[in-house]
């Protein structure tokens, strides 16, 4: 697509839930990543694929996340067991070249738990 | 914690001014940065970009200055216009692992 696609735009869910929130990025841009903006912050790094290597999990918070990227395109962040620290607006982000200019964003998920 | 700081969380400027943002960054091995601007309800958009081999890079209105010596980014804004008020995040790289973000500066910008 022209731009990186993320849904939901808006998720509310019980604490204790299960989520997923889906990132559709640029066609033909090998490099993924999710950020994390709690509100009035920075964007925290979570995790990065590139091409068929294995991910950089090294950002992310706790083992009730992960991620995949299913055939080099779509990308699923999922959160188990979801706590009010959670949310945030989750950000996914895709490039043609890993690390370098380009760095194209969605609009983001906004996840609330209540 | 964080590698890539701001000096300043909010900055109110006039419009016609011109605006000046700045960032710290703590690790020398950086060699790429990045200024991003984000509106309320948008992700984050690039403006512009330096490598550490320069010192000085300019765009259309914006200009970026690295001073590697003293490990400090900034960004200068000429003559500000209202369209300019978002938050402007500073980013670093550094060999092509994923950017890491600075907490951001609110730019407001009153006619």
């Known amino acids: 697509g022209a731009g990186v696609s993320q849904s939901p735009s808006n998720k509310v869910t019980e604490k204790g839930k299960d989520v997923e929130l889906r990132c559709d990025p640029i066609?033909?841009?090998?490099?993924l990543y999710w950020y994390r903006q709690s509100l009035g912050q920075g964007l925290e790094f979570l995790i990065y694929f590139q091409g068929n290597s294995a991910p950089d999990k090294s950002g992310l918070p706790s083992d009730r996340f992960s991620a995949e990227r299913t055939g080099g395109s779509v990308s699923t962040l999922t959160i188990q067991r979801t706590q009010q620290e959670d949310s945030a607006v989750y950000l996914c982000?895709?490039?043609?070249?890993?690390?370098?200019?380009?760095?194209?964003f969605g609009s983001g998920t906004r996840l609330t738990v209540v | 914690g964080e590698s890539v700081g701001l000096h300043l969380p909010t900055l109110s400027v006039q419009e016609g001014d011109n605006s000046i943002i700045n960032c710290a960054y703590s690790n020398s091995a950086s060699d790429y940065f990045i200024w991003y601007k984000q509106e309320s309800g948008k992700g984050p958009q690039f403006i512009i970009d330096i490598r550490s081999n320069m010192d000085k890079r300019q765009g259309q209105r914006v200009t970026v200055l690295l001073n590697k010596t003293v490990k400090h980014l900034s960004l200068q804004i000429a003559a500000t216009q209202p369209g300019d008020s978002a938050v402007y995040f500073c980013a670093e790289n550094q060999a092509g692992t994923a950017l890491i973000f600075g907490k951001g500066t609110t730019l407001s910008v009153s006619s």
């Open positions: 066609s033909g841009h090998t490099a």
């Open positions: 982000a895709s490039s043609l070249i890993p690390g370098a200019a380009g760095y194209t």
